[in-house]
């Protein structure tokens, strides 16, 4: 068997914001918006039928932000790892993504791990991982 990871989705209090804040860190753009959800797409993403398997597997993932009253009280159970390549400066990344409005976020890690966890404006923890070129 073999899906496309089609999408996440995400709940959140602003949908709306918190999407365009994703859009913003990952470049991607926002492919559909209404009371209920908002979109986030990879820019390539186009809006008309795929053909074939292997370019239907080759697509992307997508984000789903859908509003809900509460805000977020745990750790996720499901998070996002974003990984710099080697030949970006991961510091520099981080810092953006903290002038951004990411906040450090401690889940128990050991001080010595390869990865920094961040949370998103709403909370929601994610990790940029160590510099890697696969």
């Known amino acids: 068997m073999s899906l496309l990871l089609y999408q996440l989705a995400i709940d959140a209090r602003d ?4 999407a365009r804040w994703w859009a913003d860190v990952l470049g991607y753009r926002i492919g559909y918006e209404d009371e209920y959800e908002c979109e986030v797409l990879p820019p390539e993403q ?3 039928p795929v ?3 292997a370019t239907w597997q080759a697509r992307r993932t997508g984000l789903s932000f859908a509003p809900v ?3 977020k009280t745990t750790k996720n159970r499901l998070h996002i790892d974003l990984a710099p390549h080697i030949d970006q400066d991961r510091d520099a ?9 990411a906040t450090r976020a401690d889940v128990g ?3 010595d791990v390869t990865w920094t966890v961040l949370a998103d404006p709403e909370g929601n923890e994610f ?8």
């Not at 949908?15 to 918190?18: D, E, F, G, K, N």
Request: with cysteine; hydrophobic share 25%.
């Open 93 to 101: 990344l981080i810092e953006e993504l903290l002038a951004k409005g």
């Open 51 to 53: 053909d074939d398997v």
């Open 15 to 18: 949908h709306r914001s918190l």
């Open 46 to 48: 186009t809006e008309g």
């Open 127 to 134: 990790c940029v991982l160590s510099s890697r070129d696969r």
């Open 109 to 111: 890690q050991d001080p």
């Open 69 to 71: 009253p509460e805000g």
